[in-house]
């Protein structure tokens, strides 16, 4: 079987075409970024206040001593622990503050490709 293709281009539109795709695409980029950006940011910033890891489960709790320390001196955060337990350095457990779990980096993946008007 053999088929018969006619192609009518206007090349002119063509071209017009592609030059305003490329004058859009670093704002379309720059807005979708903007926005996973900060829906990455939420989701982070919800799963440590509940205690959640990226991927599912829970952070190990302080252990007893830490809680009494910590009551004594009156902490309630301490950046320089928070970061070697984000890293998992020394006896502390591994508590991924900053990390992106596989859901939210799909998620994150489909609402920056929405967001490209292409």
Do not use: W
């Not at 305003?20 to 903007?34: E, S, T, V, W």
């Not at 799963?47 to 599912?56: A, F, I, S």
Request: aromatic share 8%; no cysteine; glycine share 8%.
């Amino acid at each position: 079987m053999v088929a018969d293709i006619k192609v009518k281009a206007n090349t002119i539109e063509v071209v017009n075409y592609i030059k305003k795709l490329q004058r859009n695409i670093p704002k379309d980029i720059k807005r979708a970024l903007n926005v996973v950006s900060a829906y990455g940011v939420q989701r982070v910033t919800e799963k440590t206040q509940k205690g959640e890891m990226p991927d599912g489960g829970r952070f190990a709790g302080y252990s007893q001593k830490a809680k009494e320390d910590r009551a004594k001196r009156g902490r309630q955060t301490e950046n320089e622990k928070a970061f070697r337990h984000d890293q998992g350095i020394g006896k502390l457990p591994r508590r991924s503050f900053f990390a992106i779990g596989k859901q939210d980096e799909n998620k994150i993946r489909d609402l920056f490709f929405k967001h490209i008007k292409v």
